[in-house]
């Protein structure tokens, strides 16, 4: 068992991270969760006129099941995105 790599267990130290790259993939992470925000209240929206006047079987299953799908898939995107800014928040503290 190789016991050289970096690992939080064992108490080594993390490798290093280039501050301005990871300045550049957080920006960059930030903006998609932005964009991501942004799409899904406006999908939201549209849903919800679309709701006024669009009727039946399809209807009933585009507003019972996909709707909430696509809100909670983005929702969990989103989520994993802003965990992925925090880590690189948390690589690039102090230095």
């Given at each position: ?56 079987p399809y ?16 929702t ?6 802003q965990s ?6 948390g ?5």
């Amino acid at each position: 068992m190789n016991t050289s790599t970096s690992d939080a267990s064992t108490g080594s130290k993390p490798p290093p991270v280039d501050p301005a790259l990871a300045g550049d993939v957080k920006k960059a992470l930030q903006a998609l969760i932005a964009k991501l925000q942004s799409q899904m209240s406006t999908r939201v929206s549209r849903a919800q006129t679309m709701q006024q006047t669009w009727t039946g079987p399809y209807a009933d299953q585009f507003f019972g099941t996909e709707v909430p799908r696509m809100k909670k898939q983005t929702t969990d995107l989103i989520a994993q995105l802003q965990s992925w800014v925090t880590t690189i928040e948390g690589a690039t503290n102090g230095r």
